[in-house]
Nanobody
């Protein structure tokens, strides 16, 4: 079993930056992709970006060039660096780790971009 705990959300002005963290506890054996999703009020949850076990990444078009996913294998932690934030980035952000036959979600962290 794996537990994921996100942190780093908060209120930021447009153009600002935040870094989200997703710390995993438990066995990560078999995990092959880690990602960030977000859900804005009244909208469906959407993929922000993800990183494969081999290191390749992909991002939603809306965040390309502004957001960067990285990981620290020694700390079992996934990060999302968010720069040039816009009001439309406001959402609850979730991390998700998937393996063969397993699928884990964090509890979510609120990001609000507002002046």
């Amino acid at each position: 079993q794996l537990q994921l705990v996100e942190s780093g959300g908060g209120l930021v002005q447009p153009g600002g930056s935040l870094r989200l963290s997703c710390a995993a506890s438990g066995s990560i054996r078999g995990i092959y992709v880690m990602g960030w999703y977000r859900q804005a009020p009244g909208k469906q949850r959407e993929l922000v970006g993800q990183i494969q076990s081999g290191g390749s990444t992909n991002y939603a078009d809306s965040v390309k060039g502004r957001f960067t996913i990285s990981r620290d294998n020694a700390k079992n932690t996934l990060y999302l660096q968010m720069n040039s934030l816009k009001p439309e980035d406001t959402a609850v952000y979730y991390c998700r780790w998937r393996g063969w036959g397993s699928d884990y979600w964090g509890q979510g962290t609120q990001v609000t971009v507002s002046s």
